[in-house]
């Protein structure tokens, strides 16, 4: 877990999906709202929007830099620094696991 500056992340992301990483979270400072992005087997990002709006999508990673900075833009309109979860694995993609509340 790392607080990362909101400009950043879609460089981070990027970077992050590249390597051997099943997907990435990307969580407010209070952990109430956030985007979950995890690769599919046939090279697919699916991206689960939870906070504002309740939306999925299913893109190809050439389209993910213009829908990441619509819903940053939507989902962390104030904050400047956000939490980045890497999952490593795809149990680790459940929106069941208890998070520390702050």
């Known amino acids: 877990m790392a607080l990362i500056n909101l400009a950043a992340v879609p460089k ?3 970077a992050l999906l590249s390597k051997n990483i099943h997907g990435v979270e990307l969580l ?6 956030g985007i979950t992005i995890t690769k599919d087997q046939k090279c697919l990002l699916h991206i689960k929007e939870r906070g504002y709006h309740e939306e999925e ?3 190809d990673q050439s389209n993910l830099t213009k829908l990441l900075k619509t819903l940053l833009k939507r989902e962390f309109p104030r904050s400047r620094k956000i939490r980045l979860y890497q999952l490593k ?4 993609f459940n929106l069941a ?3 520390k509340k702050i």
């Open 12 to 14: 981070q992301i990027t």
């Open 28 to 33: 407010t400072y209070k952990r109430n709202r």
């Open 89 to 92: 694995s795809p149990n680790d």
């Open 97 to 99: 696991i208890q998070r």
């Open 57 to 59: 999508w299913l893109i």
